[in-house]
């Protein structure tokens, strides 16, 4: 006999959420959804019902996803007056796919088992094209039966899917690769900028080097990005000085020292001031060039 599909609860369906939840309706799982705002045409096309809050979407489902911004906003889905733990029923399993505090994650997951709920921290890299294209690397923290469990789930929506360990460490692992990300973001910017004031067609420079140790996904993607002048997100800009925030917050209390990514994230600040809280991270390229008065594209 076939087993039923699991019912399955989304709350978030913003930039990332959407194509997310699309993904698991599309596989046939009843899907319940709420989201702050308008319904996204692509979640109402699918066969999702709306639902009117947190508790209205775990007393629905088996397993219930979230997708939303900052660390206040998920502990607001989950424990607010009518929040997800106020539907939440023995055996249910609680799955956070937002990038927050580790230290967070940890208290937000002892008071969802105290529920007699599983908790997995599961945060995602990819952007929106990885969730568009269910790309999207998943870096998980909880129990691994937890895990093996909402796996198949996973694969609906990404490609590389890693338990890194408990609770947090999920969400320790996305700090990690947002470091790397701004880092490697801030160094394409300032290679294509130097080439450019130098005279060299940026375009043809970033192909030359797309062949060597340089390359890399930052490179092919905001590295073009950065050429045609293209910012529109994406992945925001005021998400990552969040996610730079929790990194070095985190490295104070650990005592690290981060210092390039202290730069990064007074790139990012710089952009903010201009009024780029929305523009794409990689036009973090922006604050770099107006420090040397000159834009990528421009006749040297």
């Known amino acids: 006999?076939?087993?039923?599909?699991?019912?399955?609860?989304?709350?978030?369906?913003?930039?990332?959420?959407?194509?997310?939840?699309?993904?698991?309706?599309?596989?046939?799982?009843?899907?319940?959804?709420?989201?702050?705002?308008?319904?996204?045409?692509?979640?109402?096309?699918?066969?999702?019902?709306?639902?009117?809050?947190?508790?209205?979407?775990?007393?629905?489902s088996d397993i219930v996803f979230i997708m939303v911004p900052d660390t206040p906003d998920v502990e607001s889905?989950?424990?607010?007056?009518?929040?997800?733990?106020?539907?939440?029923?023995?055996?249910?399993t609680v799955v956070d796919m937002s990038s927050i505090s580790p230290i967070a994650t940890k208290r937000f997951a002892e008071k969802i088992r105290a529920l007699g709920c599983d908790y997995l921290d599961a945060p995602v890299s990819g952007g929106e094209v990885g969730a568009r294209n269910a790309t999207l690397s998943i870096m998980a923290g909880g129990d691994e039966a937890v895990f093996a469990r909402v796996k198949p789930l996973f694969e609906l929506m990404g490609k590389n899917i890693t338990l890194v360990g408990g609770n947090g460490d999920g969400q320790t692992a996305k700090v990690a690769n947002q470091i790397i990300v701004a880092l490697n973001i801030q160094a394409v910017a300032e290679a294509l900028l130097f080439a450019a004031?130098?005279?060299?067609?940026?375009?043809?420079?970033?192909?030359?080097?797309?062949?060597?140790?340089?390359?890399?996904?930052?490179?092919?993607?905001?590295?073009?990005?950065?050429?045609?002048?293209?910012?529109?997100?994406?992945?925001?800009?005021?998400?990552?000085?969040?996610?730079?925030?929790?990194?070095?917050?985190?490295?104070?209390?650990?005592?690290?020292?981060?210092?390039?990514?202290?730069?990064?994230?007074?790139?990012?600040?710089?952009?903010?001031?201009?009024?780029?809280?929305?523009?794409?991270?990689?036009?973090?390229?922006r604050a770099l060039e107006q420090l040397a008065n000159f834009e990528i594209g421009q006749q040297a």
Not at 79 to 91: D, V
Not at 220 to 246: A, C, W, Y
């Open 77 to 92: 889905a989950l424990f607010a007056q009518h929040g997800i733990a106020a539907g939440l029923t023995e055996g249910k």
């Open 197 to 285: 004031r130098a005279g060299a067609d940026p375009a043809r420079v970033r192909q030359a080097l797309m062949g060597g140790f340089a390359s890399s996904k930052i490179l092919e993607v905001h590295g073009e990005r950065m050429i045609k002048r293209s910012f529109d997100p994406g992945f925001r800009i005021e998400l990552h000085q969040k996610d730079l925030n929790l990194a070095l917050s985190s490295a104070r209390a650990l005592g690290v020292s981060l210092p390039n990514t202290a730069t990064a994230q007074e790139m990012f600040n710089a952009c903010a001031a201009h009024g780029g809280k929305t523009w794409d991270h990689s036009a973090l390229v």
């Open 1 to 60: 006999m076939t087993a039923s599909p699991l019912k399955i609860g989304f709350v978030g369906l913003g930039i990332m959420g959407a194509p997310m939840a699309g993904h698991l309706a599309r596989a046939g799982h009843p899907l319940y959804v709420h989201t702050l705002g308008k319904l996204p045409g692509e979640i109402a096309e699918t066969t999702a019902v709306p639902c009117l809050n947190g508790r209205d979407v775990a007393e629905r």
